[in-house]
Nanobody, 116 residues
């Protein structure tokens, strides 16, 4: 089970970023993929049938999607706020409702900074 996150950067408040999580060694049928902030806060999660889950703090602003052909999960982040600043990690998880437990290691974190 391996995941690699990428796509962070510096953006002004109100801006957008798209994070990518490339996964290998498993399929979404086996394990959903979730995004976390600072390895603690579950942000969003997607399962193989397309169901998605979001933390209340990002509902309506973030969208998680999957590209099965590319073995990649995306997190489109719009209307970013300074409080979204964090290191974001993706991970395979056992289930999405509680964003866990995590399966395997954390993917490489990617820094998101929202600042003017």
């Amino acid at each position: 089970v391996q995941v690699v996150g990428s796509g962070g950067g510096l953006v002004q408040p109100g801006g957008s970023l798209r994070l990518s999580c490339a996964y290998s060694g498993f399929t979404l049928d086996e394990y959903p993929i979730a995004w976390f902030r600072q390895e603690r806060e579950g942000v969003s999660c997607v399962v193989s049938d397309g169901r998605t889950y979001y933390a209340d703090s990002v509902k309506g602003r973030f969208t998680i999607s999957r590209d099965n052909a590319k073995n990649t999960v995306y997190l489109q982040m719009n209307s970013l706020k300074p409080e979204d600043t964090a290191v974001y990690y993706c991970a395979a998880v056992a289930e999405c409702v509680h964003f866990g437990p995590r399966v395997g290691s954390w993917g490489q974190g990617t820094q998101v900074i929202v600042s003017s």
